[in-house]
C-alpha cells in the first residue's frame, strides 16, 4: 500500500513537471528543455521525422540524440526513416545521397551544411557533411537554433572549423585528484576501468561533441609513468571506445622518464637508441589497444619534471624522439613551452621565449608546441605570450586554463569567454598589422596543416560537472571559440544564456551582461592595472601579495609587483628585463613606453611612481584603489541583478548562483581589502576620498591559512 502511495506521488509529479529530475545542472547546455507552445508548434514543423539513411554508430547517436532534443522540446519524439516526408530534418553525405543540393567542398571531415531545402518537392530540413561526424556536428548545431528560439523556416548555415586539434588536458592524476580541479574528484574511475563505464562517459562525450571538441587528454601534465604501463592502458582505451563514435581522440600525458621507472632503463636520453626503441616498442603497444589514439602531451624541464635537458639535449631532441615513434600511425607529439628554470635569474616572462626560439625549424612536422596564452601562468590578465608570431616555422598550439586556478576557482563568476577573445584577437604584428594570435594557431599566418588549441578542463564528478552552473559556461566558450576563433564572447554567452536559462530575453540580456563584465572585475579586485600573480602560496585562492619567503624568486608575489616606496610595478623595458623585446617592433615599441602601454597592462610592463598620473587625472595610487573598489561593486551588482531574476529561474540553479555571489561579494572585499592592506604599507599614502579603511590590519590578512583548499597537493 505505502508502496502504491508512493509510487502514484512520483507519477503526478512526473506528469507535472514534465521531468523527474530537478535543474540540477547534469544535462549543461543540453537540457532541451519544453518549449512555450507555438515554438514547439514551429519546431516540430521542422522535425516531423529524421531520415537518416546510414546505420554507423556516429549515425545512430545523431538520430538519437536529434529524437531526444525534439522529444523533449515538443513533447512528440519524431520518427527514425530512410524516406524523407515532409517537414523531415534530412542527414546526408555525399556516400549515401550523391546529388546534395549543397556545396561540400570547403567543409572538411568535420564541417556540416544546414539548409532549408525542397526535395522532391517537399520542404525539408537538410543537414550535409562530408562524414558522419561533420552530421553530428550539424545536429547539434540544429538543435542549438531550435532550442534558442531562430527562425527554422529558411536556414543556411555552413560551418567548419579552422582548428584540427580541439582539446581538453585534463589535469587529473590516477589516485583521482584533480590538479587545480574545483568541481570534485576526477570523473575517471581509473580503478574500475576498463570493465564499468558508466553513462557519465558517454554524457561526457555528448557535451564535448555538440561544441566541437574533438580530443581529451585524460591524464594530468604532471604525468605519472604508471599511465604507460598495461593495466592502464588498457583503461584508456575503453573510454577511447566510448569517445570514438563522438569523434573524440584519447592523448596521454607522458613522463618523461617513464623508460626508467618502468622498465629500469638506465637512461632517459633522447639520443639513446635503448630509449628511443622502448618509445616505440611503447607506442607500438598504445596503438595496438587504441588504433586512432591522438598522441603524446609532454611537460617537461618544467616545475621539477624531468625531460632531455637532463642529457644536455634540446627539447626538440626529446619531442622528435616521440614523434618518430607515433608517426607512422598518424599520432602527434603536443610538446609544452611551459618552462622556467630554477637556476634561471632572468625574468620568469622570458624563458619560454628564450629556450624556445631557437629550436624554431628544428622539430619534426608531427610536432606541435603547446604556449600558454600569456607568458607567466593563466592570470586573471596577461599580455599575449611572445612566443605566438616568433616560430614561424614551427606550428603553435593555444593553451588556455578553462579551470579557474586564478580568477576565483569554482566560487567566483568570472566568464572566460573575453579573456579567451582578447587573447586571440590580440595583433603580434609578426607578419605586418593583422597577424593576430588566432591567424598564428590556426596555422593561416605560416602556411600549417597541424594545429590546435587546449583548453585545461574544468570538469569533474560534481552533478554539475563545473563545480557551478556559470562554470559550465567557460568550458563552452573553449568548445565553440575552439571551432571558430571568429565568434565573439558575448554570443557565445548569448547562446549559451539560452540554452542554460531560458530563450525568453528577459533572462539572457541580464545574464550576458553579468557575465561580460565579470571577468574584468575579477582583474579589478584581484590584480588591476596589469598586476600578476599576488595570490597566496599553494592554493592560489585569495590575496597574499606579501609572500616573500619561497625558495624559488619567481614563486614570489613580491617577484612580481615589486612595490617599494617609490611605486610598483615589474620593469620589462630596455632599463628592466627587456622583456618586450621579444616582441615585433610595433608591439615592443608601444609596451616600452609609458605612455602608449594600455593601462590594463601598465605594471605588468612599468614600474611607476605611487604618484604617476593615469589617464583619468587621478594618481596611479587613487587609481589602483579605485579599481579595487570598482571590482567589488560589480559582484555587489551582479547579485542585485541575479535577485531581480528570481522569477525567471528553477529555484535550484536561482539559489546556488545567489549563494555564490554572496561569497563572490564577501571575497572580492577581502582581495580589496588585503591589497589594499599591504600596498598601503609600502606606499604609505592615504585612501582616496570615499574609499573605505579594509576591515582589518595587514597582520589579519596575512594570517589567513587555506591548507586545504581544493586543487591543490
Ligand atoms: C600552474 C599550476 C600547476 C601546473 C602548472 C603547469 O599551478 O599546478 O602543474 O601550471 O601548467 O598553473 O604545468
Known sequence: ??????????????????????????????????????????????????????????????????????????????????????????????STAPALPVRLDDLGAEGYAIRSVKQDGKAVTLIAANSDIGLLHGAYHWLRLAQSGVDLDRLDIRSAPRIGLRLLNHWDNLDGMVERGYAGQSIWDWWRLPDWKGPRYTDYARANASIGINGTVLNNVNAKADSLTTPYIAKAAALADVFRPYGIKVYLSVKWTAPMELDGLKTADPLDPAVAAWWTAKTDEIYKAIPDFGGFLVKANSEGQPGPQDYNRTHADGANMLAAAVKPYGGIVMWRAFVYAHDNPDDRAKQAYSDFKPLDGQFADNVIVQVKNGAIDFQPREPFHPLFGAMPKTPLMMEFQITKEYLGQSTHLTYLGPLFEET??????????????????????????????????????????????????????????????????????????????????????????????????????????????????????????????????????????????????????????????????????????????????????????????????????????????????????????????????????????????????????????????????????????????????????????????????
Open 1 to 94: 500500500m505505502a508502496r502504491l502511495f508512493c509510487w502514484m506521488i512520483a507519477a503526478i509529479c512526473l506528469a507535472l513537471t514534465g521531468d523527474a529530475r530537478a535543474e540540477d545542472g547534469y544535462d549543461l547546455w543540453l537540457r532541451y528543455a519544453p518549449a512555450a507552445q507555438g515554438r514547439a508548434a514551429a519546431i516540430h514543423t521542422h522535425a516531423t521525422m529524421v531520415a537518416a539513411p546510414g546505420t554507423s554508430a556516429t549515425m545512430t547517436i545523431a538520430t538519437q540524440e536529434l529524437q531526444r532534443g525534439v522529444g523533449r522540446m515538443t513533447g512528440t519524439t519524431p520518427p527514425v526513416a530512410v524516406t524523407i516526408q515532409p517537414g523531415a530534418l534530412w542527414l546526408a553525405t555525399p
Open 424 to 713: 586571440l584577437d590580440a595583433d603580434t604584428y609578426a607578419n605586418g598589422k593583422g597577424s593576430t594570435v588566432a591567424k598564428v594557431i590556426d596555422g593561416s599566418l605560416d602556411g600549417h596543416r597541424l594545429t590546435g588549441i587546449a583548453g585545461v578542463a574544468n570538469i569533474g564528478a560534481d552533478r554539475d560537472w563545473s563545480g557551478s552552473i556559470f562554470n559550465q559556461a567557460d568550458w563552452y566558450a573553449f568548445g565553440r571559440l575552439a571551432w571558430d576563433t571568429s565568434l565573439s564572447a558575448e554570443t557565445i554567452a548569448k547562446e549559451w544564456a539560452e540554452l542554460t536559462f531560458s530563450p525568453d530575453q528577459k533572462v539572457v540580456q541580464p545574464v550576458v551582461k553579468m557575465m561580460m563584465g565579470s571577468r574584468e572585475a575579477a582583474v579589478d579586485y584581484m590584480t588591476p592595472l596589469g598586476l600578476a600573480h599576488v595570490m597566496d602560496t599553494g592554493h592560489h585562492y585569495g590575496p597574499g601579495p606579501w609572500v616573500s619567503d619561497l625558495a624559488r624568486p619567481e614563486w614570489n608575489p613580491v617577484y612580481y609587483h615589486k612595490a617599494d616606496a617609490n611605486g610598483i610595478g615589474f620593469d620589462r623595458t630596455r632599463t628592466g628585463s627587456d622583456a618586450v623585446s621579444q616582441y615585433a617592433p610595433p608591439v615592443a615599441k608601444m609596451w616600452a613606453n609609458v605612455k602608449t602601454t594600455p593601462e590594463r597592462d601598465l605594471l605588468w610592463f612599468h614600474h611607476v611612481p605611487w604618484d604617476y598620473r593615469l589617464r583619468s587625472g587621478e594618481t596611479l595610487w587613487d587609481g589602483l584603489v579605485h579599481r579595487y573598489d570598482a571590482g567589488v561593486r560589480y559582484v555587489a551588482d551582479m547579485q542585485t541583478t541575479w535577485a531581480s531574476l528570481k522569477p525567471h529561474i528553477d529555484a535550484e540553479r536561482f539559489a546556488e548562483t545567489e549563494t555564490l555571489l554572496t561569497i563572490q561579494h564577501r571575497e572580492a572585499q577581502w582581495w580589496r581589502d588585503a591589497s589594499i592592506a599591504y600596498f598601503q604599507s609600502v606606499s604609505k599614502r592615504p585612501l582616496p576620498a570615499g574609499s573605505a579603511a579594509p576591515a582589518h590590519d595587514l597582520n589579519w590578512y596575512k594570517a589567513q591559512k587555506f591548507p586545504y583548499a581544493p586543487g591543490h597537493n
